[in-house]
């Protein structure tokens, strides 16, 4: 603890930060309950193929192979509890509380430390990706150990273990997931970006940015060089669904992003909950130092640039914008202690009304996350099989029978998928069952009555029951049994 905070000020924060983080893991622990969803299982079954723990970082060639999470699962077995499965997310989850507190902290105060835990430690965003068994907690993580990293390295260039430290950060971080990369470029251009606003020297801030981006590029070597190996080894490049590059969809993640990070409500328009999170963000950076209001801007900023012009597809996806998410959030951490530190009480009582809208979305979505988790599909499973043997179908074919062969699985269930081989391949067997598998953020009502199957034979199915999920990961089901 240094100079900043002494004696009584000092043991307050600690205190705070400490309940604070025991909540945050509560919480977790909490969300970590429930089924499984369909990328989870996923990886559970892409290591069932394996017959040695070391194949998983050159013999799985496919986007779903988070490489340090597939070794928990891998040690975990391949029907793990799922507290025990997600355990490894929640334990990184909780550790990246305390550290964005003292990222924070350390450059505006102990107010600005206490709302950082906070939006991290009830952010709907790293409660959900901190409480499953994917890669993204330790993605977070990560980032958060290379930006610490690399503003001790601000504070003495000369010093080379900051450069240690983010190129670890970047080993780990790629390891977990490959958006570590973006990590490193936002990064890195932040720091170049950061040493300039402060020097107006663009020789000396190259000299301080180069030395990042060489222990950054350094560390991401091992994960690309897994990618490399596993692509020569398999002969092969396996993805899920990929949507092409569109600036409508790219808005469309940023919106979502933007809404589980700051809590706003999923029934906003895309374009609302934009606007709005690049107000408070606006507004958090507008009370920092120049030099940190132009980090921030760069790292918030450049991910998403270099995915335009990378094109990439899958932009939509909320999680792809993790490094924009951390940023945002601590960026806005920092600009709530700012407005705390200031002695108007107008100031102060702005930025408690701030702090506590964000926590009351976030707590709203967490509530769903709770007492939906992750969809129900045991739950269904069981109904679908409660008769015994039963054929099913759904509009969802690959994604339901995965997730349906695996709670059947731990069930012992004859659950099989209906022959669509041919017309009447179906007539002579139609399913007792269809799933109506929709996306969390889809509000579209299940109608109470379909009609499917092949036009000679099609067959009437009744609604019989609603799974509902919370947002962004997992699946609603709507079952219909045969009429």
Known sequence: MDAALSDRPARFYVAALALITAAGILVRVAAARGDLWLDEIWSLQTLEKLSR????????????????????????GPQPAPLVARILSVALGAAAIPLAAEIARRAG????????????????????????????????????VAIFALDRHAENPRDRRPLVMFGAAAFLGALFHLTMVFAVFALSLAAFARFHAQTRDARAAMRFALPLAGAGTLGLAPAGACVVASILYTHKMQTGDQHAFAFERLAAGLASAARIVFGLPFVWSDATALILALIVIAAALALLPAPRRVFFAVAILAAPSLAVFLQLPNL??????????????LAVAEGLGALFARSRPAARVGALAVLAACLAGDGAQLRHLLLFGRGQPAAAVAAMSAAGPALYDSNGRPETIRVVRYYAGLAGADLRPADFSSPAAWCAAPPQWFVRAQDPEDRAP??????????????????????????????????????
Do not use: M
């Open 53 to 76: 723990a070391d194949e998983i970082f050159y013999g799985v060639s496919q986007d779903n192979n988070h490489f340090l999470n597939s070794l928990w699962l891998w040690c975990v």
């Open 109 to 144: 105060g102990a107010a600005a430390g206490v709302c950082a835990a906070l939006l991290f430690a009830f952010g709907y965003a790293f409660v959900l990706y901190g409480s499953e068994a994917r890669g993204y907690a330790g993605l977070i993580l990560a980032a958060l």
């Open 316 to 329: 939509h996806i909320p999680r792809f914008h993790l490094v924009s998410a951390v940023a945002a959030a």
């Open 446 to 483: 299940s109608p109470p009555i379909l009609a499917l199957g092949a036009p000679d034979c099609a067959k009437t199915y009744e609604k019989r029951q609603f799974f509902p999920s919370a947002e962004i990961s997992g699946a609603k089901w709507t079952l219909y049994r045969l009429q």
